[in-house]
């Protein structure tokens, strides 16, 4: 293809992600005219990502009281490819944004730095990351727009017999990239303005401009003052161009990333700039041009200041923090001013390092400017499962993962994430009798039988008061348990087998935690039990599929469950139902209901508390308009599974099930089952030589 359409459709697909007005250079006046008309383009730091969030959307209902954010739990720009996971993360990020609409108001946490704080691997450096590129992405947009100002025409400050200006620097942007407005001098003319600014604006913050012009900026203003005899209106006619200013993090323009090299060897002019050898010797020692405003807080200006493990710091050096947070301003070094700053200051720490520095009575001044919110792990095993899904689906592997995998690795993470359920004598929960596996799938939100005894809300407090800090702020990190899935499809890979199970993933953990330097040797032996509890748990699981494959019908199984919700259905209201053989009235079939719910192990005297757990779901998916399918249900599924089991079990030749070489399980039918639920060929083997065979046992003994 020579005829040049390759490079013209690169050149068009180039230009749709940048503002077609980046190029160009507006007068000042147009400037004020613009942000009267237009009063966003002047928005503070804090009020511009604070609007970020919501131009991106969220769900229109809130889930348990949060907002779900698209941003987070659509990732709109990357297609899903950066979705994040799990109730606890959701409203960490709605506090996150209610910090960001208290300080877009102007109110007192906008003099706070946010400090996200968790444990390794709880996704604090990805969220802050994506942060970062939505905020590029949303200042290319016409919603987001920005603008800043250089100086031209410089020279003419020059005279035959003294040269102020550097003749190679005719044109000087300004070096913060402060908004325009920062231009006008105080008075009755910028009250004015303000003034139509704010009544165009709808909004619940309003738009001030409190800062003063770098020193830069001052410089100029004042020696092009002096040309023009104090007339202002010339130098801003004369000297000053607007142009529109995009985030980017890598030419360090309104984003500012700050990494903490070795704690003993920091500069302070990382944070604030320095000044320049080069220009030294034009300008002099002092001269406020011969400053590179290079400094993270300089670069951050306008927008995002972000620090990585910022309490890895040594003490001292976080002072420098102090004035940017509460008083909005920094102070570089030599005789240079101070120099405001607008940002949204944000840093990151992981528990190691918080740990050290809360005790540490030099740290009180700065702990008084910090508001900690914590980033726990996931806590339910369905959503953290979804993370490691996520890797699988966003690489080049297309190795087959068997049911089960994701969600019993996820099950095992958050059990060691949770406290023990074993609460003192002294407390109102002292009678609780659950297992820590129970626990995990209460907080999951599946339907045990116990899941009506408790008030799962109070179960999840007194654990966190029973924590150090929270539950999920330690324990193991979704990092280790995608690596030992990763270990284990190359493992399998180099073996010919393109299909992962979840005992391949066990043996990974149980070969790996010994020798994982962040996962402590006394709580190994914890770990290992509750690996034995995870592999007990899917053994059911994978007996139950098995059971399917071979035994259920997914009619007969809606069928039998139907019959159960009208005969609990009558018995809840003491009503009778029509005999659909005579016709006639009769009573609820008890020894029915008894027989489905003695497979799942609910006793005589619970059976009244499950039955009305039954009814209340049939009336909650009723006031939602939902059909009424009792396969949905998680309880009454696997007790009608296992009454249609024992109703069949009989006509089944138990005896193949036993055998355990591949070739010997002929009966394709129960291969195409399981692949049917979603196994592979391979993983249809594997789970009936593993589960089939614990299931004839069983019956034969």
Known sequence: MGDGSILSALDEDYKQNIPDDINDSKSFEWFIEEAIDDPYISRSAYQRVSDMFEFYGKDEEMINGRDIYKMVSEDPLDEGKNVFYGDEFHTFVNKYVDILNNGAQDMELKKKLILMAGPVGAAKSHFDRRVREYFEDYTRREEGKMYTFKWKNLTELNTRHKKIQDPREDEVRSPMNQDPLVLLPKGEMKKDIMRQMNDNLDEQYSIKMEQNPDPVSAFYMEKLLEKYDDDISKVLKNHIEIERLVADENRKQAIATFVPQDPKNQDESELTGEFMVSKKEFYGPGDPR?????????????????????????????????HATEERWIQPRGNNPKVDIDSVIVGRTNMPELKEKADDEKMEAFNSRTLRIDVPYILEYEEESKIYKRSIENSDNDTHIEPHTMEMAGLFAVMSRLEDPDFPDDSSLSDIDISLLEKAKLYNGDELDISGKYDIKKIQDESNEKADLLEGMSGISPRFINEAINYSIMSNNRKGKDFVWPLNVFKHIEQEMPKKGTIKDQDIDNYLDNLEAVKEEYTQRAQNDVRRAIAYDEEEIREMGNKYLDEVAAYIDDTTLKDEFTEQNREPDKKFMRDVEKKIGIRKDMKDSFRRQISNWIARRARKGHTLDPTENENLRK???????????????????????????????????????????????????????????EEME
């Open 290 to 322: 011969a400053f590179s405003y290079s400094g993270a807080f300089c670069n951050a200006n306008r927008g995002i200041f972000s620090g990585e493990e910022l309490l890895k710091l040594q003490t001292e050096f976080l002072y420098d923090f102090l």
């Open 639 to 697: 007790a009608i599974e296992m009454k249609s089991w024992e109703d069949k079990k009989q006509n089944i030749n138990l005896s193949a099930l036993v055998k355990k070489a591949d070739d010997e399980l002929e009966d394709s039918e129960w291969i195409e089952n399981l692949k049917n639920i979603g196994y592979s060929e391979g993983g249809a083997r594997e789970v009936l030589n593993y589960a089939g065979a614990k299931i004839a046992k």
